[in-house]
């Protein structure tokens, strides 16, 4: 049997495709078919654009069920190193240390060097991009190390841009004083977040982060007197540079090499956890809580370290936020920020530092870069994920476990 090629098609396969093109066809008929404009009170019918649709998706659905009939296949008859296997064994034998390295020292050129090949604009959403590549490492820790479900991590977020806008309303602070108050507050408010969910998994603890997501969401519109509600805080000022006046795009410049310099920063502090005793504890717990405390690890003690991490991480990106926008208000903290963080982690891959940031740069630039596409750009960027995730169930770069093997 020759496992690389793709099986035939049954009949039952293309019913199935035909099916699900047909319900794609209903479900995006409002929105692609039917074309209103209110000016000329005219309505344009565009059948081609359904066809377009059902079309695709029966394809799409079609090649799946014959991906996962090949992958079941394969399964059956495994070949020494299969997939991934392979790649990681010729990426081991050719990435040595030195070359890795050298890849890392390319790859922070290129980030250097970006400011002088691409616009202000484009600077712009790099340096977003960037912001939500500290907040998805500082989730991974809570997610993918601790194995935490947290789907109210924004709220961290909100903490660290409010904290700086506050200090700055009311103390008249700079960025540099905020930064590492906002990061301690962040800290602070994870520690409160853990007490409560100490003895919660699973769905649980999810229902009760997104309740704390929320809940903190409604604090800052309701409470007027402190933080201006609704109105949110204005004039909220960039960072210093030795007390140099910089136009608008050096600050945009400036302010992206911070951002860069901050995510080197985590990824470096994220890594080196990852790999110490902590990190360890940290995967002994979402591997099994009840084998992790049978060894004599402290879990209160794990769990509250992840969430005041990950806090952390999040609210000084929320400072990076708050000194970039010059403004913020509770709209930018909804629940829908968490799930993309969220999304991030798992396209990323549970765990893995790289994957994170990679679906990080993919998820913020991608819309940007459909914007070709107008109206459909969403869909097309949906479509993306919902494929990534069939092809990747695991992850983009799946966190790959170290091995450790006694002496000879």
């Not at 301690?184 to 100490?198: D, E, K």
């Not at 995730?389 to 992850?395: E, H, L, N, Q």
Request: proline share 4%.
């Amino acid at each position: 049997m020759n496992m690389k090629k793709l099986p035939m098609p049954t009949g039952k396969d293309i019913g199935h495709a035909l099916l699900i093109g047909l319900w794609f066809m209903f479900l995006t008929f409002p929105l692609l078919v039917i074309k209103v404009n209110p000016g000329e009170q005219t309505v344009s019918w565009r059948w081609a654009n359904m066809l377009w649709v059902g079309g695709a998706s029966a394809a799409m659905a079609l090649a799946g069920r014959l991906i996962v009939a090949h992958r079941a296949a394969r399964a059956e008859h495994p070949s020494p190193k299969p997939g991934w296997f392979a790649v990681q064994s010729t990426l081991s034998q050719h990435f040595t240390p030195d070359r890795l390295w050298l890849l890392g020292g390319i790859i922070i050129l290129i980030f250097l060097a970006l400011p002088l090949m691409f616009s202000t604009y484009q600077v712009n959403i790099m340096t977003t991009a960037l912001m939500y590549v500290i907040l998805g490492l500082g989730l991974n820790i809570v997610v993918g190390f601790a194995g935490l479900l947290n789907l109210g991590h924004v709220a961290f977020y909100a903490v660290g841009a409010y904290t700086y806008g506050l200090l700055h309303l009311h103390f008249n602070l700079g960025f540099w004083i905020a930064l590492p108050i906002g990061g301690l507050m962040g800290g602070l408010f994870g520690i409160l977040l853990g007490f409560p969910v100490l003895r919660l998994r699973g769905d649980y603890l999810a229902i009760v982060t997104l309740g704390f997501g929320e809940i903190i969401r409604l604090v800052l519109v309701n409470w007027g007197d402190l933080t201006q509600g609704p109105s949110g805080i204005a004039d909220i000022p960039r960072p210093g540079l030795f007390g140099l006046d910089l136009s608008l795009n050096q600050y945009l410049i400036y302010q992206y090499y911070l951002t860069v310099i901050m995510m080197f920063f985590t990824i470096f502090v994220v890594n080196r956890l990852r790999y110490s005793r902590l990190g360890r504890a940290w995967f002994a717990l979402r591997e099994d809580e009840i084998a992790c405390q049978a060894m004599g690890i402290n879990k209160t003690a794990i769990k509250l370290t992840a969430f005041s991490l990950g806090a952390a991480w999040a609210a000084m990106a929320g400072v990076l936020f708050a000194a970039k926008t010059t403004f913020i208000n509770p709209d930018s903290f909804t629940f829908m920020e968490s799930a993309f963080i969220l999304c991030i982690v798992v396209l990323g891959g549970m765990g893995s530092i790289t994957g994170v940031v990679l679906a990080a740069l993919i998820l913020m630039l991608l819309p940007e870069y459909l914007r070709a596409v107008a109206e459909y750009r969403m869909l097309v960027f949906g479509a993306v994920l919902v494929v990534l995730m069939i092809v990747r169930p695991s992850g983009l770069i799946p966190a790959i476990r170290r091995t450790y093997s006694a002496m000879r």
